[in-house]
């Protein structure tokens, strides 16, 4: 991997930038792996890369059916933090942000993190009380959330509408300053780019099309390109986890549904912080082009279709107009949407599966992409060590059964 | 936005109804004789159909009765719909 710096970037600069090699290679598949990564997003990548880094196991296939974070890892509005209010969800979420703040160092990539503080707003004495909790909550477990006023918040945020007649009057809220956004294709790239370099293959346009199983554990994966040997195969695909965990022969507790997101036109910055309303359905960042990147919550339907209805979007346009009466000129360039998998506690699965040498990580709904490198780190581990690390050990599919949920609908903040 | 063709009132917009998931779980006779596993098949599992999905739905804002629907989850065509109790078609 040759890597990038300021002296490689002026020496590319004196050839018109036309000399950069390939950041991963573009293999063909291998009939044998140690380890088969299905899915070639944020979660996939970070696992592969941390397999080979932290325990050096570097025969390992990443196999992805399209492009690489072309599925949700391109499609969400790259939001990072991690005020979530139980001692399980803190630990896996403030474990990934630790992650993220040196990410771009570690991996020799601008991930363009921006640790610009995120809001949470309360609309309702409901909200008030669960937000206080949260942030309460937060603090004992290290975490920097703290308790804004209204008028705190206007302060930081002079372009909210704060007045006491609105509908849903801004009654607080909280705020995590170390929280942010996120370059989502560059951390995709970025874990390809690194996981490549220690050996791993990252093989795209290659669906896995059926498991095999022998003697009561996985043999490999058939895929379009052939039969893939591997004793141990892990399912990374947000959007497909039953149908992949089907093709296995199990069930899991998700339902999938549309995610719908949209991008304005640019404009000057004029939104320094990221803020969310989960009562009113809508959450706002500005990009560095200067795109507000709006989403909201969920379509009610099952769905594979990655497009939702526009009614969806009328609503969180009707919140946000309300929230920042400033946007109410600004035109629309583009929405698209992706497809989640909710689980009934808005919580992950991350672990084993019935299928002894078969490993599942997904089921992260709405709010997966904040948790990318810590999701990779503690997935790694678990394949590694064929047993979860204590970090995501409650969030097995087995707590189903024990009764033992993660209920995050509050931290999640957005409609499931 | 879905129009979906209610039993007793038409066809309508989607808003005018409240989704209510996979279609014909019947609740088990006897939940104390149940497993844990048992339980959280019936509570939690779901089907997640890529394809033909059978689900209900509530006219919430017109005859408020819930029914049947089959739906594609891929093309959202709606290929049927039912009352509940009635067997899919």
């Known amino acids: ?18 000399r950069w090699p390939r950041q991963w290679r573009s293999p063909e598949p291998k009939s044998a792996y140690d380890v088969i990564i299905i899915g070639g997003g944020g979660h996939g990548l970070a696992t592969a890369y941390y397999l080979a880094k932290n325990h050096g196991i570097t025969n390992v296939a990443v196999l992805e059916k399209g492009w690489l974070g072309g ?9 990072v933090r991690s005020n979530y209010l139980w001692d399980e969800s803190a630990a896996l979420y403030e474990h990934s942000l630790k992650l993220w703040e040196s990410l771009s160092r570690e991996l020799n990539y601008n991930v363009m993190f921006s640790q610009r503080g995120v809001v949470n707003l309360a609309h ?3 909200d008030v009380r669960a937000g206080r909790r949260r942030a309460e909550a937060n603090r004992l477990n290290g975490i920097d959330s703290e308790w804004l006023t209204t008028d705190e918040i206007k302060r930081r945020c002079p372009i909210l509408n704060t007045a006491s007649t609105l509908r849903y009057p801004v009654l607080g809220g909280t705020f995590q300053p170390r929280g942010g956004t996120a370059r989502h294709d560059a951390v995709a790239w970025g874990f390809a780019r690194a996981a490549d370099d220690r050996g791993v293959d990252i093989v795209q346009n290659c669906e896995v099309t059926g ?13 379009n390109r052939g039969f893939i040997a591997a004793r141990k195969v892990a399912i990374v695909t947000a959007g497909h986890s039953s149908v992949l965990a089907e093709m296995a022969g199990f069930r899991l507790p998700i339902q999938s549904h549309p995610l719908q997101a949209l991008v304005s036109e640019p404009i000057k910055p004029v939104l320094h912080t990221v803020v969310m309303s989960g009562a009113i359905h809508v959450y706002v960042s500005q990009s560095d082009k200067g795109e507000l990147v709006i989403g909201a919550g969920v379509d009610s339907y099952n769905s594979y279709a990655q497009r939702g209805s526009f009614h969806v979007i009328e609503g969180q346009m009707a919140a946000l107009v309300e929230l920042f009466p400033i946007f109410a000129r600004l035109r629309m360039l583009r929405s698209w949407g992706g497809i989640v998998d909710v689980c009934p506690d808005a919580s992950p699965i991350i672990g084993k599966t019935p299928v002894e040498g078969l490993y599942i990580n997904g089921g992260w709904g709405t709010g997966g992409f904040k948790a990318t490198p810590g999701s990779g780190w503690v997935f790694a581990w678990t394949i590694a060590n064929d047993a979860p690390h204590p970090v995501n050990a409650p969030f097995s599919l087995a707590r189903f059964s024990s009764g033992a949920l993660i209920d995050e609908h509050g931290a999640a903040a957005v409609a499931h | 936005m879905l129009r979906i063709p ?6 309508r917009d989607e808003t005018e109804f409240h989704y209510g998931g996979q279609a014909g779980i019947a609740r088990p006779p006897h939940p ?10 019936f509570l939690f599992m779901r089907d997640n159909s890529k394809g033909e999905f059978a689900e209900r739905w509530m006219h919430a804002a017109g005859c408020r009765r819930w029914f ?3 739906r594609h989850t891929v093309t959202h065509r709606i290929l049927a719909a039912y009352c509940i109790g009635e067997p899919a078609p």
């Open chain 1, 1 to 18: 991997m040759r890597k990038f710096s300021v002296w490689s970037l002026a020496r590319n600069a004196v050839t018109g930038h036309e």
């Open chain 2, 32 to 41: 104390d004789a149940l497993s844990d596993d048992e339980w959280a098949d």
């Open chain 1, 71 to 79: 599925g949700n890892t391109g499609r969400n509005t790259t939001i």
């Open chain 1, 124 to 126: 309702n004495l409901a």
């Open chain 2, 68 to 70: 049947n629907v089959k």
């Open chain 1, 211 to 223: 498991i095999r199983r022998a003697d009561g554990r996985v043999a490999g994966v058939e895929t």
């Open chain 2, 6 to 11: 209610c039993p007793w009132c038409g066809v």
